[in-house]
């Protein structure tokens, strides 16, 4: 929202094609030489793998416990090049590629040129930002429709055109289905409306409203499908309750500090009921079952519960003392977002989502679980934070003039 710079239509300059090409460069680099050629899924990839595998074998989907974003993208790509894991990693690259693009656009809506450029080239090179795209996991396609997500919630609140809307909408039900971690966050948008539009109620209501049915509509389907294959009201998976008391239980702290433990593991089912749930529960009755044990733990010891927060907490932010060189680069970035945000707060109607997506997700995982794949997500919003403090220090001053129309 810079007075400054004249509204032009985006085309890729010489720099941010630049930039694109090192932030595909590096991914595929990372694939091929840290992550290796040869990798094979393992944890959650494997069943995202199997998940796909029976797409294309029998065109069924096997199961409510994932979402179907990521599976049906690997099920395509295993139909078009054969079950190759490195060909679906390295389109994982250019979709992680193309998030540097959208960073870069946030950044110049809110901002200007100069910054939006120090965002993309910290995006390009940032080894939280492309990670998981080394890994046949959902973080990456979340993340991308997450962006997109932000890029239209800033366009519309400069300027609520109906398009804008629907397609911040779209494209927060497409980012659901990767992860459902992110649906709840409609309960957040007529807040992120009302500081938006300035304290114009009608407008908040009406831009909320938009945004919340376009995201239901992208889901829909899928809530259909689940209703008609298991005759249960299923909301994009059955892994809620699962998340839920595989990280408040008496046992995670033995295991995973703020992390997760399987059920089974967490000291809350007995040798029959451990039984029960593995062989006779459909995977939505054992959902509603964790559900069950979860809440009654969590009241029952509120201040284990609290302790367990500080963990989570802890883990999402990466608060430890690793001293790896993803961990360095991380805390770096982290430091200049801090700066940025406090810098940024004279402009916070039309930055507020870059606030209020990282506190989202924060408090979801003082709920769930902490982790670097829960906070991925949100990465971009710390680049761009952090290139605005960068700015800021480079600078040395120039920028005391308001950055926001």
Not at 48 to 71: D, E, F, G, V
Request: charged letters at 15%; glycine letters at 4%; hydrophobic letters at 50%.
């Amino acid at each position: 929202m810079n007075a400054c710079l004249p509204r032009k239509k985006f085309h890729l300059s010489k720099p941010i094609f630049l930039i694109f090409l090192l932030a595909l460069i590096t991914r595929v680099l990372f694939n091929i030489f840290f992550v290796g050629i040869n990798d094979v899924p393992v944890a959650d990839a494997t069943d995202y793998h199997q998940i796909a595998l029976n797409l294309l074998n029998n065109s069924t989907y096997s199961s409510t416990s994932r979402a179907p974003l990521l599976p049906f993208f690997i099920a395509i790509l295993y139909k078009v090049f054969g079950v190759n894991y490195f060909i679906v990693r390295i389109f994982l690259s250019i979709v992680s590629s193309f998030i540097c693009l959208t960073v870069y656009k946030i950044t110049r809506e809110l901002f200007n040129e100069q910054i939006a450029l120090i965002a993309a080239f910290i995006s390009s090179i940032y080894g939280m930002m492309f990670y998981w795209c080394g890994f046949l996991l959902t973080e990456t396609l979340c993340t991308f429709f997450l962006t997109l997500a932000v890029l239209y919630l800033v366009k519309s609140s400069k300027n609520p055109r109906l398009r804008y809307l629907v397609s911040a909408g779209i494209y927060l039900g497409l980012a659901s289905l990767a992860r459902p971690f992110v649906f709840p966050f409609f309960i957040v948008l007529p807040l992120w409306a009302f500081v938006s539009f300035k304290n114009n109620l009608k407008m908040a209501s009406k831009a909320s409203l938009v945004i919340t049915l376009a995201m239901f509509l992208v889901i829909l389907p899928w809530i259909i499908r689940n209703y008609v294959v298991t005759h249960k009201f299923v909301f994009i998976t059955s892994q809620g309750g699962q998340t839920f008391l595989g990280a408040n239980n008496p046992k995670v702290l033995e295991c995973f500090k703020g992390g997760w433990i399987h059920p089974t593991e967490s000291g809350l089912f007995d040798e029959k009921e451990i039984s029960h749930y593995l062989k006779t529960l459909s995977a939505e009755d054992a959902d509603k079952l964790c559900w069950k044990k979860g809440i009654a733990f969590v009241s029952k010891k509120p201040l284990f519960t609290l302790k367990l927060m500080v963990y989570k907490f802890k883990l999402f932010w990466h608060l430890n003392k690793d001293t790896s060189f993803f961990s360095l680069e991380y805390f770096f970035v982290l430091l200049f977002a801090i700066y940025g945000s406090i810098r940024s707060l004279e402009g916070f109607a039309s930055t507020s989502i870059l606030y209020l997506l990282p506190v989202f997700f924060t408090l979801m995982s003082l709920v769930f679980w902490g982790d670097d794949r829960i906070r991925s997500p949100i990465e971009p919003l710390l680049v761009i934070f952090a290139a605005y403090g960068i700015g800021r220090v480079l600078s040395e001053g120039n920028y005391e003039q308001r950055a926001f129309s």
